[in-house]
Structures are given as structure tokens and as C-alpha cells.
């Protein structure tokens, strides 16, 4: 699905990503890459599945769309540094034509050494592009002519039936002039959020976007 967001047009994808036409810019938020292995650390079994599932996906809109550069909207790695760092690195590698900027978020807690390893260009806190801020969190403060995309939040929606049937499903939030990103990773989970005549959201579902 097609949308404009500030003065550029987005394409909103199923994988819980956006693409920006212009310039040919993946943007994605919350991998939380090296969540099962964390995971495992602790006693709890989540078998390595679900990162492989990611990694197959962002491999899919890269051979797709063939980005320029792909900026992560921050908690691209889950927690302290384990061995599903080295499966990451090896995937930038294999896709050195390709800019990866990444946006710290409150879960990337490694040491910079590991992310200049695979020449990630590092944000700490927003980047400014036009009338673009991209920032990991939502901004509680920012000019009223600038458009804020973010993560963070992981938005997701509620759906009822008229039998009671209750469905929950992961969206892209827009209120006002701010615009929310879904989390990408699998390992996910979800932040039911509410609607008012102010915003604008668009399910994922069945392998569509749909504005409801």
C-alpha cells in the first residue's frame, strides 16, 4: 500500500517494514535479533527458528526492492552479546552495497566495537532528513512541521467479530504527525493500541496492509 508520509511516498509492506521510493530506503524497527539465544541463556527453550524466519524475510525485501540503505529504528540485537551476533554479521556481509544504519534503541547494549565490526553507521538518539525525524522512541517533543517515524512500541490492534471473535494484529500507527512502526522480529510480541478520529492504522494481515 502506497501512503505519503511528510512529502515522500512509502510503500507500507506486509513484512512490517516501509520503503521509500525516492531514494530507495528499507526502514524496519525492533528485530530484537538474539532474543531466542537469550532466551535459552535463562532456561527457556525458543527454538532458533524465529530469527531464520526473519532473516529469510529481510533477505526476501532486500532481493525485492534491491534498498540502497536500510535504516533500523533501534533493539536490533535483544540483549547482551551471544552467537547470533556472528549470524547477523555474516548476513551484512553478504550485502556490502548496501548502507545499514542503525538508530540505538534501549536493548542495543553491546559494545561499539561489535557494530563498527560490520561498518554499521551508528545514530544515538534521531536522524533529521527533510521533514523526516526517525528516532527509536516515539518524540514527546518536536517541531510541528517535521513528521516523526519511530518504533519502540511494537503497535498492534484489536479486532472484534460479531460472534465475539477477538483478533489481535500487528499495525502502523499514524496520529497526528507521528508514524509508528510495527516490530519486525518475530520474538515479538504486541502493544494493543486505540483509535480516535486523530489517526490513521493499517493492519497486516493475511500477507496485506488494509487501512481500517
Not at 551476533?85 to 538508530?103: G, M, P, R, S, Y
Amino acid at each position: 500500500m502506497e501512503v505519503q508520509i511528510g512529502q515522500e511516498i512509502y510503500n507500507l509492506l506486509s513484512e512490517k517494514a516501509i520503503f521509500r521510493i525516492k531514494d530507495s530506503t528499507l526502514i524496519i524497527a525492533d528485530l530484537h535479533l538474539g532474543k531466542a539465544q537469550h532466551f535459552r541463556k535463562n532456561g527457556i527453550s525458543i527454538p532458533p527458528i524465529s530469527a531464520q524466519k526473519d532473516y529469510e524475510i529481510l533477505k526476501r525485501l532486500i532481493l525485492k526492492y534491491n534498498p540502497l540503505r536500510i535504516i533500523l529504528l533501534g533493539d536490533l540485537f535483544h540483549s547482551s552479546h551471544n552467537v547470533e551476533w556472528t549470524i547477523f554479521c555474516d548476513f551484512v556481509n553478504a550485502f556490502k552495497h548496501i548502507e545499514f544504519v542503525l538508530i540505538l534503541g534501549n536493548h542495543d547494549i553491546l559494545e561499539i566495537h561489535h557494530y563498527k565490526s560490520v561498518c554499521l553507521t551508528l545514530i544515538e538518539n534521531t536522524l533529521e532528513e527533510g521533514d523526516l525525524i526517525l528516532s527509536h522512541y516515539p518524540l514527546q517533543n518536536f517541531p510541528s512541521d517535521k513528521i516523526n517515524i519511530a518504533g519502540h512500541i511494537h503497535p498492534g490492534i484489536a479486532l472484534y467479530g460479531k460472534g465475539k471473535q477477538r483478533l489481535q494484529l500487528p499495525c502502523f500507527y499514524f496520529y497526528k504527525n507521528q508514524f509508528i512502526l510495527p516490530a519486525f522480529g518475530s520474538l515479538t510480541g504486541l502493544q494493543l493500541i486505540g483509535r480516535t478520529k486523530e489517526t490513521s492504522v493499517y493492519v497486516i494481515a493475511e500477507n496485506k496492509v488494509i487501512e481500517i
